[in-house]
């Protein structure tokens, strides 16, 4: 049974770096058919996706356009586990983030979520 | 805005069916899969169909999913209260390497 474990701050100040982290049980960083997600949750933006990371044969990202050049989704391998990094935080990102692994097209298994307040 | 659009809520009594609608662009529909997602209060989303019609093992088969043209529908035979929940459709956009929500239903089992 996969299982996702979040951890990471609640509260980051504006313009700072929110970092979340997210460990893999029951599944390895480095499948090579799954791909290891990152989604937030808002009253005003519902679910939106982040971006992803995926191995096959090498590693590979990708990113919403909304966030693009703010986010960086790192896989480690030595703690099988992910990581998200948004940068230049506002209020405006103030969410609940989720990490969650996809397989056939689907988001199968969820982290517990976190809510991260962006406030000073 | 989200890409695809769901009705903001629907109802039903207890032991009735209900769908739920989630349609798009045909850029959006056209070669990808459907899948839906169950959100109960203060919990993450749970899979419940992907590829459009299929459920993980531990899914009751009175939930269901189709897909025509530009628009996908989830079904729910023999409501119970416990299902009262925020339900998502999504996908993945092959076009822009991207993944895309629905802006989700909130149903109500009377």
Redesign the interface.
């Known amino acids: 049974q996969v299982q996702l474990q979040q951890s990471g701050p609640g509260l980051v100040k504006p313009s700072q770096t929110l970092s979340l982290t997210c460990a893999i049980s029951g599944d390895s960083v480095s499948s090579n058919s799954a791909a290891w ?1 990152w ?1 937030r949750q808002s009253p005003s933006r ?4 982040l971006g ?1 990371t995926f191995y096959r044969s090498k590693w590979y990202n ?1 990113y ?2 909304s966030v693009k050049g703010r986010i960086i989704i790192n896989p480690d391998t030595s703690k099988n586990q992910f990581s998200l990094q948004l940068n230049s935080v506002t209020p405006e990102d103030t969410a609940v983030y ?1 990490c969650a692994r ?1 397989q ?5 298994y ?4 976190t809510l991260v307040t962006v406030s000073s | 805005q989200s890409v695809l659009t769901q009705p903001p809520s629907v109802s039903a009594a207890p032991g009735q069916k209900v769908t739920i609608s989630c349609s798009g662009s045909n850029s959006i529909f056209g070669n990808n899969y459907i899948s839906w997602y169950q959100q109960l209060p203060g919990t993450a989303p749970k899979l419940l169909i992907y590829e459009n019609n299929k459920r993980p093992s531990e899914i009751p088969d009175r939930f269901s999913g189709s897909k025509s043209g530009t628009s996908a529908t989830l079904g729910i035979t023999g409501l119970q209260t416990g299902d009262e929940a925020d339900y998502y459709c999504g996908t993945w956009d092959s076009s822009l390497s991207a993944g895309v929500f629905g802006g989700g239903t909130k149903l109500t089992v009377l």
């Not at chain 1, 056939?104 to 199968?108: G, I, P, T």
Request: aromatic letters at 20%.
């Open positions: 997600n989604i519902g679910l939106e996706w992803r990708d919403a356009v989720y996809q056939q097209r689907a988001y199968e969820w982290g517990q979520g």
